[in-house]
């Protein structure tokens, strides 16, 4: 799972250690604070995926506040969802099963390019906390 600054994501794991397994991609491309990073169109998960070939990336877990996350998996009332996005649906299952886990609902926004840019800073869905039902309304929309 990569959970840093994404200026710190190329480089930061030899590939042959990531080849062949899931990689969630948690970070987030920013250009300054609060700006999004001008990607040129791309998705930042496009990026790590290009960084990290044989890798089968999933984007996820990066659109809540850590404010957020450290106490909705485990508060009463309608889970809230996290989103997934990816091009290899076993990963994709294996992430959700992690958000599951952690008593969150698992959404999926689709491809890691076009699912991937929803949930990157800028994006529609990125630091928007959703239940479940809100989310997949959204999807569907």
């Given at each position: 799972m990569l959970m840093v600054p994404?200026?710190?994501?190329?480089?930061?794991?030899?590939?042959?250690a990531v080849q062949d397994k899931v990689?969630?991609?948690?970070?987030?491309?920013?250009?300054?604070p609060g700006a999004p990073a001008d990607l040129g169109g791309r998705g930042s998960s496009d990026l790590v995926a290009e960084w990290y070939p044989g890798a089968?990336?999933?984007?996820?877990?990066?659109?809540?506040?850590?404010e957020t996350l450290a106490v909705a998996g485990t508060a009463p009332g309608e889970r809230l969802a996290h989103f997934t996005a990816g091009d290899d649906v076993k990963a994709k299952e294996i992430v959700a099963g992690i958000i599951t886990d952690l008593g969150f609902a698992p959404v999926d926004t689709g491809p890691l390019h076009s699912g991937g840019i929803l949930q990157q800073p800028g994006g529609p869905l990125f630091d928007r906390p959703l239940t479940e039902a809100q989310a997949l309304a959204w999807i569907s929309h």
């Open positions: 994404f200026g710190g994501v190329r480089g930061l794991l030899p590939p042959h990689l969630v991609d948690a970070t987030n491309a920013f250009g300054g089968q990336v999933v984007k996820s877990l990066n659109t809540m506040h850590y």
